[in-house]
């Protein structure tokens, strides 16, 4: 785990690049994917972006029934094993921070897995509000 | 772990896997598919409903070839697979075929049957008015949640998906996993106003604290909290709630942060 996924929210305008980049990225089938980022409008100036935080003891991969949800020693992040994942939808309640989706449009649970160490978004942030560095 | 190397053929192509792998998943990372019903990576495989059937054959078998269930057949060294010639698909016609006898109505199982050219069964169709194949991945599923509330009954003709004593089974946590996994939308279930309905049990849900939308049945919240050694407050929350709570906490940090700056500047 060489680099890790930097945010700097004072810098970010909510342009949601971040999740174009993401949802192209995770792309299936020619159609765009589920943002695995989000970034909100909080008024007054002030904006948020959110994403994992790949925890150390990670309530998703605890509750998955099946071990769907491994984690990648290269990059740190917490990787879900789309053919092994039965979308039982426990690890997208389970996770305290609603990082995992499990949507109508997904059968299986969406993550972020930092795009396998190039993730999309730190690339397209055009106010370097992500930044993925050592 | 050093797994072997195994060097195989598949459809005249060399391609390396490892020692343990199926056929059908040195297939897959080979990027040949090969069609399946019942086969799940998170499941053991049983093959129950051959559709994956693959020819091999081999230099040291003096010409003798076979078909085989490539979800079940670990690769060998020097194996030569074929996965689509005429013999494989008068074996997967055949499978469909039977399928569609059994399943008439089924819309998973006439679409796959018209792919392999078979708009109409050359058996007797079936008058069990059954769309359920027999495939078992809602029993195995079951059985990998850890409640083994659901199986197999009689054999043969008889074989049936069942309920211990045909009465709501006690095991059955409400988690609708054997309906979301089910091939062939056989297993139904209903949610209506913060119930679930499924197998005979009326379950009550979980609703989310801050919004009020269900969950979980509450029987299957204890049983996760259980097994996973989480307390059950983890699943009270909906992942929208639990994103817009994150968003609030992480905002109330950067009003702190900034005051700070401010402070210090």
Not at chain 2, 3 to 31: D, F, H, M
Request: include cysteine; charged fraction near 25%.
């Amino acid at each position: 785990m060489e680099k890790t996924l930097f945010i700097t929210p004072s810098r970010c305008t909510a342009c949601r690049t971040c999740e174009l980049a993401c949802s192209f990225k995770h792309s299936v089938n020619g159609k765009p994917g589920i943002p695995r980022i989000r970034a909100f409008l909080l008024g007054e100036g002030k904006n948020q972006v959110i994403t994992c935080f790949q925890c150390d003891d990670a309530a998703c991969v605890r509750v998955c029934p099946v071990e769907a949800l491994h984690r990648n020693e290269e990059t740190g992040a917490i990787e879900v094993d789309g053919l092994r994942c039965i979308g039982c939808g426990l690890c997208s309640i389970a996770c305290p921070f609603g990082h995992v989706r499990h949507t109508a449009q997904s059968e299986i649970a969406v993550k972020c897995d930092l795009c396998a160490g190039e993730p999309a978004c730190a690339a397209f942030c055009p106010t370097k509000t992500l930044e993925y560095r050592p | 772990m050093t797994e072997k190397t195994i060097n195989l053929e598949i459809n005249g192509r060399a391609y390396q896997s490892r020692e343990g792998k199926t056929i059908l998943e040195a297939a897959r990372e080979a990027g040949i598919q090969i069609p399946t019903l019942c086969h799940s990576d998170a499941l053991e495989d049983v093959g129950a409903c051959r559709l994956c059937v693959v020819e091999i054959t081999h230099d040291d078998w003096k010409g003798w070839k076979g078909l085989v269930t490539a979800c079940l057949y670990p690769v060998e060294e020097g194996l030569e697979v074929t996965t689509d010639n005429a013999e494989v698909q008068r074996a997967r016609k055949t499978v469909l075929d039977l399928l569609l006898a059994r399943c008439p109505t089924s819309d998973v199982i006439r679409r796959l049957a018209a792919e392999y050219g078979v708009t109409q069964t050359s058996y007797k169709p079936s008058d069990l008015k059954t769309t359920c194949i027999l495939c078992g991945l809602c029993v195995r599923v079951c059985e990998a949640k850890g409640a083994s509330a659901i199986g197999t009954a009689g054999r043969g003709i008889q074989k049936r998906i069942a309920i211990p004593f045909k009465q709501p089974p006690p095991d059955c946590i409400g988690c609708a996993s054997c309906a979301h996994i089910c091939p062939t939308n056989t297993i139904k279930f209903e949610d209506k106003d913060g119930v679930r309905k499924i197998w005979g049990h009326t379950f009550e849900m979980v609703r989310c604290t801050a919004c009020g939308q269900p969950i979980m049945p509450e029987v299957q919240m204890e049983f996760e909290a259980k097994r996973s050694g989480l307390s059950p407050e983890y699943f009270t929350i909906c992942p929208d709630c639990s994103q817009a709570k994150t968003v609030e906490t992480l905002g109330k940090a950067f009003d702190l942060e900034s005051a700070e700056t401010r402070s210090s500047s």
